[in-house]
């Protein structure tokens, strides 16, 4: 039998809102985020956008929380709507919800969509952080992965974006086709002089249903290539005064992702748009809705409802996302996040730490160097941890 501790935190958190656009340019090989190529668009981005407002208001219903803490502008390519859609979004937004003080606003943008003009509309609106697609700045590797910018139009896009903003981040990725350690060190100092505050390194991975899992690119590093890039690159980082606070992300000066920490945290955040998720607590209970994937589905139907996540699900959810973060996790986050009492996974960590990949500390847990190398193992420990 669950026991249950009251929840008179959750719901009174500020929310967290991701807004997703499903067009890009082109569909990149190795992406398996819900995208699809803009010349075969059948919907006005006009007609989006006001479903996007329908279903804000709609979904409002559902959280009594007045503050907002985060929007996420996230694709696809959310950097081609214009900067007037983007402030018609926001100002429904701040219609709806209080921003909180520090309120973060994230667009992502791909290099070839920046130019001085959108990104400074972009500077009058509310948009306050921008998350950059670079990947590469190696021509080579850009052509390998699909891209359609080049190492220049990375480095001219970033100038313009660092001008005007001050929260920028740049996403890279690692392990590409033939890509040797030094190499990789190559990208992560070019992203580095950049004056940007976050910096997210992610390992290439090879998602079922791409066309990179299909036809596999010839020359992706072995594990041991991929442990020494590892090795090298997050001392490379550290130099940098970033702090490792994330499996990929890396922050300096206090500017840690707020949108993503709320994930990572399982706390409730509402997600509009083609295939976006969301989630909200009530009383003791979590309750989760996921949008139809495919644009035209979106717009033509009714908004997916909501289903109950059930007790047994909760430890291994909160996991999942929390175990991602470098810090420790009290027993009380636990309790409150998940409002099941920490005693239910007693046993379960016990044998985690026999195993040497979790540690008790104070307030609760950490994980050890062992558990962040097993990470997948360690949350899937959690799977079916209280089902009755
Ligand atoms: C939502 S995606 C795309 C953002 C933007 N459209 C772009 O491509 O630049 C966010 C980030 O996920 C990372 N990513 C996407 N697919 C990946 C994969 N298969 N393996 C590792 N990282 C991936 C990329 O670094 C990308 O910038
Ligand atoms: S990686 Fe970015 S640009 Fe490429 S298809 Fe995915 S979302 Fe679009």
């Known amino acids: 039998m669950c026991s ?6 959750m719901n009174k958190k500020p929310i967290s809102l991701y807004i997703h656009f499903p067009w890009c340019e082109v569909k990149c090989p190795y992406c398996d985020f819900n995208s699809y190529v803009l010349k075969h668009k059948k919907i006005d981005v006009d007609d989006y956008i006001d479903r996007l407002l329908l279903e804000l208001d709609e979904r409002k219903k559902y959280y009594p929380q007045k503050d907002i803490q985060s929007v996420f502008f996230g694709g696809g390519t959310p950097s081609l709507m214009s900067a007037s859609q983007i402030s ?5 937004v701040t219609e709806l919800f209080n921003p909180i003080d520090s309120f973060e606003v994230t667009i992502e943008m791909n290099p070839e969509s920046v130019t001085d003009k959108l990104v400074k509309k972009l500077k009058s609106t509310l948009v306050n952080r921008i998350s950059m697609g670079v990947q590469s700045f190696n021509d080579e590797h850009l052509k390998v992965l699909g891209r359609i910018h ?10 313009i974006i660092c001008e005007s903003f001050d929260n920028v981040n740049i996403d890279v990725m ?8 030094k190499a990789a060190m190559k990208d992560l100092e070019t992203a580095l002089q950049f004056p940007v505050k976050h910096f997210s390194w992610y390992q290439l991975t090879l998602e079922p249903q791409t066309a990179f899992y299909k036809n596999i690119p010839k020359g992706i590093p072995k594990e041991d290539l991929i442990i020494d890039i590892e090795t090298v690159g997050r001392q490379l980082i550290k130099n940098y005064a970033f702090n490792h606070y994330e499996i990929s992300a890396y922050a300096k000066n206090k500017k840690e992702c707020l949108h993503n920490l709320n994930y990572w945290q399982f706390g409730d955040y509402m997600g509009i748009g ?14 989760r809705s996921w949008n139809h994937k495919k644009p035209e589905t979106y717009m033509d139907h009714d908004f997916r409802g909501w289903e109950p996540i059930e007790n047994h699900e909760l430890s291994f959810e909160y996991f999942l996302n929390r175990m991602r973060l470098k810090s420790p996790i009290s027993k009380k986050e636990f309790e409150q996040a998940t409002n099941l009492d920490h005693s239910q996974i007693v046993t379960k960590m ?9 540690n ?9 160097k062992l558990g962040h190398n097993f990470y997948n193992d360690v949350v899937c420990s959690f799977i079916k941890e209280d089902k009755k």
């Open 88 to 92: 018609k979004v926001l100002e429904r």
């Open 350 to 358: 016990s044998l985690l730490k026999q195993k040497g990949l979790m």
């Open 174 to 181: 690692y392990g590409l086709p033939n890509q040797s350690t």
């Open 274 to 287: 083609a295939g976006a998720h969301s989630k909200y607590s009530k009383g003791n209970a979590q309750f």
């Open 360 to 368: 008790d500390v104070a307030a609760g847990w950490e994980m050890t």
């Open 4 to 9: 249950y501790i009251e929840n008179v935190e």
């Open 150 to 159: 080049n190492s220049d139009k990375a480095l001219k896009s970033l100038d």
